[in-house]
């Protein structure tokens, strides 16, 4: 992966993808760090690769320069955490791979900060408890996989209109607009 002067690194306009999905570049399966930027120069990725596939690790950053995305992997496939975030900095999302299968506790989160959903997986299936919150911090789903069989609350509807946590008689008919 890396010459005498450090890595091997080139645009990603340089490479290809060949017929088998690898990276190439010289009519070679690319080993190396392939680095992306946006039209006003700031950088967007920084991908390494050995063979043509993704080995290492992945960075991609929104044009402000904040982080949005890093992960890493083995030989094509996602291995350990990956993390994403938002524009602002803050968490958007956390899961762990095994061998390109997400397993054990993943979560997501809303913009703001607040937790959105809470997964559990094994060997890539959702296992045990999934749960997800609104915005305002209520839990609104809350399940349990078992034996391939949903236990609990998957998803809740209200039956009646609720504005700021509250009944509202004429919430529906304001939503239509027909208030």
Not at 82 to 101: C, V
């Amino acid at each position: 992966m890396y010459l005498n002067q450090g890595p091997v690194r080139v645009l990603n306009t340089n490479i290809s993808i060949d017929d088998q999905g690898l990276r190439v570049f010289n009519n070679t399966p690319f080993t190396g760090e392939v680095i992306t930027y946006y039209p006003n120069g700031a950088l967007a990725a920084i991908e390494q690769f050995d063979a043509g596939r993704r080995h290492g690790r992945v960075r991609k950053w929104f044009k402000s320069g904040v982080l949005a995305y890093q992960s890493h992997y083995s030989h094509g496939v996602r291995e350990g955490v990956t993390k994403s975030w938002w524009f602002n900095g803050n968490p958007r999302s956390r899961f762990f791979y095994k061998k390109g299968r997400a397993e054990g506790e993943a979560w997501q989160w809303y913009r703001n900060g607040n937790k959105f959903k809470r997964f559990n997986y094994s060997a890539g299936q959702p296992t045990g408890l999934q749960q997800a919150w609104r915005k305002n911090g209520k839990l609104f789903s809350n399940f349990e996989y078992k034996n391939g069989r949903i236990f609990g609350l998957r998803k809740s509807n209200n039956c009646v209109g609720l504005e700021d946590e509250k009944i509202s008689v004429d919430y529906y008919r304001t939503q239509a607009g027909d208030a």
